[in-house]
């Protein structure tokens, strides 16, 4: 009889079953459950009416609306191409002349996850090295891997990664020989998913500087893969200009972004800006992908972002999510003050929590079952932290969104949380 | 200085350019060009006013609207699976309990291309083989390049791959010990593209046989990669059954299918069933792509498949394409017989144009030149054939596309061509 797994190739066998989809299945189960767990946004407050208003705008002339509903070019539409680069210049504060934000070195993908894995596609061998926050966003995790890349983390303080950290890292590949295979240090960068984090432009500028110093010593650049896929949800504060700002971003920025989060999550447009040496091999595996994003979806965020709808609705999303993460964090200082620590984000979807180091958080412990029990559900910390046997994984934290739970539901899983975390 | 090329991955310095973008320059290029080889659809059918109502009816109520917009499941709106199995089933004439149709095993993906990637990526280490078509669809050409396939061509008859030339390179595999590498077979069985030829069911289920003999020497199972893009295409005659209704199809048959082609290019919804050894696999990578195609554009082929829309809309399209290829034919007929031999396809978008063999088709040879300084532009026929040591490739045939232009700019490019051959 033929081995039926030895037809798989090495991708194939080597890719996981990402840990959500266990934590999603847990949901469909049991319909009852607060999932504090889901990447899901706010059902509400997604733009159903104006979605409608933009697509009467486009499909109610035959010619626009043939257009809308034909192949479109492969690296998107070139107006919203336009339009993205525009957008992140003026939040940026940018000299839209700078180099760095060239509209024929932005791609529309298919949510910007696609972008990330032409990137990692682009880059990455198998044994190759991606140096990632500890920790970060677990799905690129899943990525890298898949492709059998090597992750190295780097701590965490409240403004973004721990430079001596990352200095020290650096260091530990070169002694071992091995910067050759170090390609990028991937950021989450605005609002970070899971903890919150937005790091300053200070620190981008001196992690990109520290990565240069490198360079020679690995044979190669090494790319600072800056994910802002945040940074449209800010609802305090003010965020710090990206990456693309700094000088030599040009030759050395990765910039990944969407639309999906902060539009609709049901129509997926992402897009990512990469420099000159890497943006035609991106653009040639988009090719193989697909060849181009799917044209009506871009045709909407289009028409959204050229009349203003899309700002006004970024606007109202955001004060609604002020409030649903006041919700979360009032409900932790009434259920959870004893128990645990948490941080305060000015943006984005996620609280992460800390536990006493006693409280173990993981898939298997008592807390993530007595909160099972209690019907809520909330993603444990460990599985947003790269395999890196450098360091061993701590195992009492939780991310908890407040997405997509109404504000109700929000307290009340917080409140069920609180009684979890007590009963240990 | 740090080596540019140096840091791109394998895959990433493999990829090469599609030679299609380089037809696709040259068409933005010259606005009057008369582009026969576009593989864009036909504007003027587009469904805007059906796709306009579609989407009155999704978002028309707040609930279905939000649920639109919201992310869907990794694998697909559960409704349109379910419709898209039923649809194959009764295009098959099959059993609906067979269990070669399973819901379970079913994907939708942004447009069929990127099941035909991901499947690769499932399968095929750099240096694995798959068979295909001599000629085949070049996209998926770009795919196994990409991935650094080996390609095998199967010399193509009147009504499939033939199947005495299927065997011989078969053994050609086996007694030099490659089978082990071989894990598919690619066919596009329906009004394929370039040649517009239909695979009978008698040659699919002796390929699948041929296959199922040599898999304990390849130590694992050799699929059956159906390709079905163009089904939806048929303007004459009957269309025979899809490999899924032959014996063990359930084991050996991956199936692709889409809805783009057929509804609308820029709503790009595909699809694919794989066996339960490969699904998971699949499924895994679709989560690493992009966790789910886009939810509202498959919100629309659910509604149009439901309530009958679909049917309709494929109805038109059929008979407006008939009457294209009936223009192109005609006006082969009328200026090019005594330069050409071409086939009389019964459905797709494309002629398979034969020249005598001194007369050179390719993009340096004269006919291609005199073609486009008359503004006309096809798709030479080496392109459509894949990288294989063991014969020449063919240099006098040519892919003529109906579905992008106007009957009479089918008609004045068809003349043009015939002056430009018999100019040489």
């Known amino acids: 009889m033929p081995k039926r797994n030895a037809v798989l190739s090495e991708l194939g066998r080597r890719t996981g079953e990402p840990p959500i989809a266990w934590l999603m299945k847990l949901a469909l189960d049991r319909p009852k459950l607060i ?8 059902n509400p407050s997604l733009p159903v009416e104006a979605t409608r208003e933009l697509l009467e705008k486009i499909l109610g002339s035959p010619k626009r609306g043939q257009s809308a509903l034909q192949y479109g070019a492969g690296a998107g539409d ?16 940018a000299n839209p002349r700078s180099g760095a934000y060239a509209a024929e070195r932005l791609v529309v993908t298919h949510g910007s996850q696609q972008f990330l894995y032409m990137v990692s596609e682009a880059l990455f061998d198998p044994g190759d090295i991606v140096m990632v926050e500890d920790p970060t966003y677990f799905v690129y995790l899943g990525i890298a891997q898949s492709r059998g890349m090597q992750c190295r983390g780097v701590r965490m303080e409240a403004d973004g990664i721990d430079l001596a950290n990352l200095h020290r890292r650096l260091e530990e590949l070169k002694k071992a020989g091995d910067l ?14 899971p903890t919150g984090t937005t790091t300053s432009l200070a620190k981008k500028q001196e992690a990109l500087g520290l990565l240069r110093r490198y360079e020679n010593a690995a044979g190669h650049p090494i790319y600072l893969l800056e ?22 971003a040009e030759e050395r920025v990765i910039y990944s972004g969407t639309y999906s989060k902060p539009f609709a999550t049901g ?26 994003t799917s044209n009506l979806p871009q045709q909407i965020l289009r028409e959204a972002l050229a009349s203003g709808v899309y700002e006004s609705h970024v606007q109202a999303l955001r004060a609604r999510y002020g409030i649903k993460a006041r919700a979360m964090l009032g409900a932790l200082r009434l259920h959870c003050a004893d128990v645990a620590e948490w941080t305060e984000p000015r943006g984005g979807l996620n609280v992460w929590a800390k536990f006493p180091r006693r409280v173990a958080t993981g898939l298997k ?47 009340e899983g917080i409140q069920r949380l609180g009684e979890a975390a007590r009963a240990i």
């Open 365 to 411: 412990s008592k807390l993530f079952a007595g909160t099972l029990e209690r019907d809520v559900l909330y993603v444990p910390g460990q599985l947003c932290y790269a395999d890196d046997s450098s360091r061993r994984k701590p195992n009492c934290e939780m991310r908890l969104s407040f997405g997509a739970a109404s504000e109700s539901r929000i307290r």
């Open 35 to 42: 999932s504090l767990a889901a990447g899901f946004t706010d």
């Open 227 to 248: 994910d802002a896929a945040y940074r449209e949800l800010r609802f305090a504060g003010e965020d710090p200009p990206s990456a693309l700002t700094l000088p030599g």
């Open 267 to 292: 129509i997926r447009v992402g897009f990512g800006l990469a420099p000159e040496d890497l943006f035609p091999a991106i653009m040639r595996i988009k090719g193989n992908h697909d060849f181009g």
């Open 78 to 93: 070139a107006d919203l191409r336009g339009l993205t680069v525009k957008r992140i210049v003026e939040q940026d504060g």
């Open 180 to 193: 050759p295979r170090l390609k990028a240090l991937y950021l989450v960068s605005y609002h970070q998913n």
